[in-house]
Structures are given as C-alpha cells and as structure tokens.
Nanobody
C-alpha cells in the first residue's frame, strides 16, 4: 500500500490549503483513513479520520475549520483530501496521511508527510 501526500505550503493566517493523499488501494478496502500532524518538538497527533462507513472524527482544535473527504478514483486507487480553512499559526506542522487496510499486513500505512506553514 503506497500513500503520496501533497498540497502543503506557506500560507498566511486566515488562509486555506487543501491537502491530497493518493492511495494505491480502493477506498472500499480501507477501514480508516485520515490525517495526522507533527509540529517541531511535539508528538504526532490526530487531525481528522474517517471510517469506511463515512463516520468522521476531528481533533477539537480543528473542528469546524477542517474537512476530510475521501474520493474513489477507480477500482484500485483512491484519494483522501483535507480541506483546511481559517488556518492559524498553531496549525503549522508536517501533515501525514494514514490508512488502515485490514487485508494487508502490517495494516497501518503512512504517507511521507507534507509541510504546512502558517505565518501570522
């Protein structure tokens, strides 16, 4: 299972970015997909996840500003997006996409990370 994240960059506070993660699996084979982030000197933390049933979960700090949405591109590929609005300097971090694929060991897969920097 391969994940390729993109869409990071430098944006001013109050601006928007959309992150994309291209996944080499059909969205229908993914149990959970999501985004995590890690700021310098901090532990990696959950930003948003979505189950195959469509149930979304957001960190309290991003609720109402970020939206996760998966798209199935064809039978064996999919993409998960993270739309980020009203960005704040504290959103600055490396963002990682994540999937859990129960049929494929080791089940948990991560993308390479994309840097998001929000200037004040």
């Amino acid at each position: 299972v391969q994940l390729q994240a993109s869409g990071g960059g430098l944006v001013q506070a109050g601006g928007s970015l959309r992150l994309s993660c291209a996944i080499s699996r059909s969205v229908f084979s993914i149990e959970v997909m999501g985004w995590y982030r890690q700021a310098p000197g901090e532990q990696r933390e959950l930003v948003a996840t979505m189950t195959w049933r469509g149930s979304a979960n957001y960190a309290g700090s991003v609720g109402g500003r970020f939206t996760i949405s998966p798209i199935s591109r064809d039978n064996d590929k999919s993409t998960v997006y993270l739309q980020m609005n009203s960005l704040k300097p504290e959103d600055t971090a490396v963002y990682y996409c994540y999937v859990n694929v129960p049929q494929v060991y080791p089940y948990d897969y991560w993308g390479q990370g994309t840097q998001v920097t929000v200037s004040s």
